[in-house]
């Protein structure tokens, strides 16, 4: 069946370091890839996301690059802030599935 | 701006008690779940909804049963709370069809059962 596997956290960074997030995928199809983020107290949202094979999603100087060779969709920030502190998750959906997979999460930990 | 409401963000239960925990999407979703999140475990799958009145079990439905009686409205029901239900529960929705819809999330319930 379709999995996902992220590395674990918790991860910790000073500002304006360089952030990777490791995440990789098992599943059949083509499916579309997601990385959601949680603010302590809240739910998830979406963070980006990228629906086909070398798509770069994109968004609050995030990225990640849906790479079907290596089977993965690693999470970039060229500087970090403190208020990315947060959890984050990678999460794939298949095509004509009603379930979206998620990873076990990241905790990100970002000082000043 | 859509939205996915919860009942509450903080509840607490006495053991063998039932407990209902609802949701509200106003974005006319098809799919609805409920999922609970632990240290350690990360999301995992109670129950999902993908019409009125349907529903279908996740990776962990032992001791949950859920209601779907329309469109927009999905309920989590603890039929009899124990402590080990003690846990942050969020409900999301998203469209039906193809698999790039993401998923919304409510703000999520922190339930203890004491």
């Known amino acids: 069946g379709n999995s996902v596997t992220q590395m674990e956290g918790p991860v910790t960074l000073s500002e304006e370091a360089f952030l990777t997030i490791n995440c990789t995928y098992t599943?059949?199809?083509?499916?579309?890839l997601f990385w959601y983020v949680q603010y302590p107290g809240e739910g998830l949202q979406l963070l980006l996301k990228?629906?086909?094979?070398?798509d770069k999603g994109s968004n609050k100087g995030f990225e990640a690059t849906y790479r079907k060779e290596t089977t993965s969709f690693h999470l970039e920030k060229g500087s970090v802030q403190v208020s990315d502190s947060a959890v984050y998750f990678c999460a794939l959906r298949g095509t004509g599935g009603f379930k979206t997979i998620f990873g076990a999460g990241t905790r990100l930990f970002v000082k000043a | 701006d859509v939205k996915v409401t919860q009942s509450s963000r903080y509840l607490v239960k006495r053991t063998g008690e039932k407990v209902f925990l609802e949701c509200v999407q106003d974005m006319d979703h098809e799919n609805m779940f409920w999922y609970r999140q632990d240290p350690g475990l990360g999301l995992r799958l109670i129950y999902f909804s993908y019409d009125v009145k349907m529903k279908e079990k996740g990776d962990i439905p032992e001791g949950y049963s859920v209601s779907r009686e329309k469109k927009e409205r999905f309920s989590l029901i603890l039929e009899s709370a124990s402590t080990n239900q003690t846990s942050m529960y969020l409900c999301a929705s998203t469209l039906q069809g193809g698999s790039n819809y993401e998923q919304y999330f409510g703000p999520g319930t922190r339930l203890t059962v004491t």
């Open positions: 599943a059949t199809g083509y499916p579309s």
């Open positions: 990228a629906t086909k094979a070398d």
